[in-house]
């Protein structure tokens, strides 16, 4: 499985970005699609995440209600909305897929991941 992602970049407090994590070489039918964030000197952290079957998210408090993740199917591709950015939003976004339909925070836990997109929030 190949996760790319893409849609980072240098966005003003307040603003939005939306990510896109688009998957190939496997079908997606009972996989889990999570992003990650890590920021410079910190842990990669959970930000939230997707069962693909049954379309449930969960995300990290401190993201809820300013990001939301949705999927496209028929693309095999994830989306991250991030609205309300915040400096402390400032990190490497990653996608992660794990086999399964839970979502979990630890790293360790998924099987593939993308190379990463970088957003910067400026104050």
């Known amino acids: 499985v190949q996760l790319v992602e893409s849609g980072g970049g240098l966005v003003q407090a307040g603003g939005s970005l939306n990510l896109s994590c688009a998957a190939s070489g496997r079908t997606f039918s009972t996989y889990v699609l999570a992003w990650f964030r890590q920021a410079p000197g910190k842990e990669r952290d959970l930000v939230g995440g997707i069962a693909w079957t049954t379309d449930s998210t969960i995300y990290a408090n401190s993201v809820k209600g300013r990001f939301t993740i949705s999927k496209d199917n028929a693309k095999n591709t994830a989306y991250l909305q991030m609205n309300s950015l915040k400096p402390e939003d400032t990190a490497v976004y990653y996608c992660?897929?794990?086999?399964?339909?839970?979502?979990?925070?630890?790293?360790?836990?998924?099987?593939?991941w993308g190379q990463g997109t970088l957003v910067t929030v400026s104050s």
């Open positions: 992660a897929a794990r086999r399964g339909i839970y979502v979990v925070s630890s790293v360790g836990d998924y099987e593939f």
